[in-house]
């Protein structure tokens, strides 16, 4: 079997980035693991749900087994995932106590989950061009790679759908109002064809907005802010009244009741799944057409 030297140290080079971005997630993944068998448990509440320009972090207050009082901040993110007066479980190293985890899943687990399938994404290709190398038929590697691709946006969506169809029959609905659209502002690298036919790069900036909705809970009347979908217009203006349905327990896990909010995640990652899907389908169909001596 030929090989094809230069896609062998391509493959080489994917493989490795591919690989120390899992270590990273393993690595991640290992530190939580860490607090959750050796770490001391503890009853905190969100006391604050800090500001740092787009990202919110939030700061916990909880009891030492010595009795001492602690607050800490934990790291930010783009929306808040906690709403002041939330009860949460804290895990904290006995050694340092500002080496904690609040006992969330996607505390715990999201970041290790994302940075380990994004690298198994990178491993994916690498796969590719090594198939590629070894003068493995394209077609093959393509329906391979594309089965990968449709079986993990399938089970995306699987995964979201259940999520949104639980809240949706089990939450509890009121009247939000809309205070703003929050805008966030990002710059991507394009290619652009000139009428001369000339293609050039360029640097565009992208921006999108999302509704920021302040509602009060129905059985113990707080307060509660969340972020809505994004998307590139101004589908609220600030004032708006929209309905709101959220979770009882944790209120801040909430949406605005409309398809964009509730089920288009899903609805998205199921498209993915069909279109590379029957991109294989019709990949298989052709080469066996092709093959059969009385097509």
Not at 20 to 26: H, N, P, S, W
């Amino acid at each position: 079997m030929a090989v094809d030297y230069s896609w062998r140290w391509i493959a080489g080079l994917i493989l490795g980035i591919g690989g120390l971005i899992l270590l990273g997630g393993l690595a991640l993944g290992l530190g939580s693991l860490r607090h959750v068998l050796h770490g001391e448990r503890a009853d905190g509440e969100v006391v604050e749900m800090r500001r740092e320009g787009d990202m919110y972090a939030p700061v916990v207050r909880f009891r030492l087994s010595d009795g001492e009082m602690q607050t800490v901040k934990d790291l930010a993110s783009g929306a808040p995932d906690f709403a002041v007066g939330d009860k949460v479980a804290i895990l904290y190293m006995p050694q340092d106590s500002r080496d904690f985890r609040i006992d969330t899943f996607d505390r715990l687990w999201f970041s290790a989950i994302f940075v380990t399938l994004f690298g198994a994404f990178w491993m994916l290709f690498g796969l590719v061009a090594w198939a590629l190398s070894r003068g493995i038929d394209l077609a093959v590697v393509g329906e391979t790679a594309f089965m990968a691709i449709a079986g993990g946006a399938g089970l995306i969506g699987v995964f979201v759908l259940w999520s949104a169809a639980d809240l949706y029959t089990g939450g509890v609905r009121t009247e939000g109002i809309v205070l703003e659209n929050r805008e966030s502002r990002r710059t991507e690298s394009e290619t652009v064809r000139r009428a001369d036919g000339r293609e050039v790069e360029r640097t565009v900036e992208r921006v999108s907005f999302a509704p920021v909705v302040r509602f009060t809970t129905r059985e113990a009347g707080r307060e509660i802010e969340f972020h809505g979908r994004g998307g590139s217009g101004r589908a609220f203006v600030p004032g708006e009244r929209v309905t709101v349905i959220y979770d009882a327990v944790h209120p801040i896990r909430a949406r605005i009741v409309s398809f964009v909010d509730i089920w288009l995640p899903s609805a998205a990652a199921f498209a993915v799944a069909v279109v590379f899907g029957g991109a294989v389908w019709m990949s298989r169909r052709v080469r066996r057409r092709a093959t059969d001596p009385r097509a």
